[in-house]
């Protein structure tokens, strides 16, 4: 299991667990992660790797799609969760942020941040003072406050997605592709308002996201999924400078750029999996 942040307390613990669709369908087989109290985990691969499915399994967001976890085990500050009611889950501080952002389209941009404080107890002022916090955070949403979510750009509305976790007060955000559908400029503007709530407010993050370029440059440690199975992990700076991963998720090689198109022996040369 990888260890890279020795010094911070582990969160959440995934422990070789296997996921079956419609009791048949096997998705993930044997994936083992841990997020530390901290840190920003990216989970990486192409679409149909497991991904998505790995973030609802910790979340408890299976059933609804005739998913279930039937080995393995998943421990969030040492507990076992993967019984829990999601909305218990959200209460010890774990939420997750949908792909493809799901914002309250009828109602304004303030009322689906405030939709994130919903199940919170602790007053008006501490909710007013987060809403501020989420503001400062991203100026474009009080610009946008009073309109209409499903009148925002894509940029706004994963800001919007992102700021209503943010209000639950969570200790570890589930953040699903949030670079999906965003032209470039947004998705490193994104990603640097993720590292200033990393470093700000000392929210943890797991991030499943395509886009292996950026995602490495912003998380800590990482882990590269393929057909439900994790084929690689290490700290960001080693998967980084790993020849494999430069040259099947960067797109580099010792000869320079390459694309999928170009590297024939794809298949036959991924050491990992033979």
């Known amino acids: 299991m990888l260890d890279a942040s020795p010094t911070k307390d582990t ?22 992660l841990t997020v530390k109290e901290g840190g920003i985990t990216a989970l990486l691969g192409g679409n149909g790797a497991g991904k998505t499915t790995t973030l609802k399994a910790i979340s408890n967001l299976l059933h609804s799609e005739r998913g279930e976890v039937t080995k393995g085990s998943i421990l969030y500050r040492g507990e076992k969760v993967q019984e829990l009611d999601p909305a218990a889950l959200v209460k010890k501080g774990v939420i997750q942020v949908m792909e493809g952002r799901h914002c309250f389209e009828h109602l304004t941009v303030e009322e689906n941040l405030l939709t994130g404080a919903y199940t ?7 909710i007013d003072a987060d809403l501020e916090m989420v503001y400062n ?23 919007c997605a992102i700021g209503r976790a943010l209000m639950s007060r969570p200790e570890t ?27 700000g ?3 943890s993050f797991l991030l499943a996201e395509q886009n292996t370029n950026v995602a490495l440059r912003y998380a ?11 084929v690689m992990e290490g700290t960001a700076e080693a ?36």
């Open 201 to 203: 407010e000392g929210v």
């Open 120 to 126: 919170r107890r602790d007053g008006k002022g501490a």
């Open 173 to 199: 955000i589930l953040l699903d592709e949030p670079s999906m559908g965003l032209a470039p400029q947004l998705v490193e503007q994104i990603f640097e308002i993720v590292k200033a709530v990393n470093e």
């Open 220 to 230: 800590h440690t990482g882990y590269i999924l393929e057909s439900g199975r994790v």
């Open 137 to 159: 955070y991203f100026p474009r949403l009080k610009e946008r406050r009073k309109s209409q979510a499903g009148y925002t750009s894509g940029g706004e509305q994963q800001m």
């Open 11 to 32: 969160l959440l613990e995934v422990n070789n667990i296997e996921v079956i669709y419609n009791h048949v369908i096997l998705v993930l087989k044997g994936v083992s």
């Open 239 to 274: 998967l980084r400078e790993n020849p494999d991963v430069k040259e099947f998720y960067l797109g580099m090689s010792e000869e320079g750029r390459k694309s999928f198109r170009d590297v024939r022996s794809y298949r036959r040369r991924k050491r990992w999996l033979s």
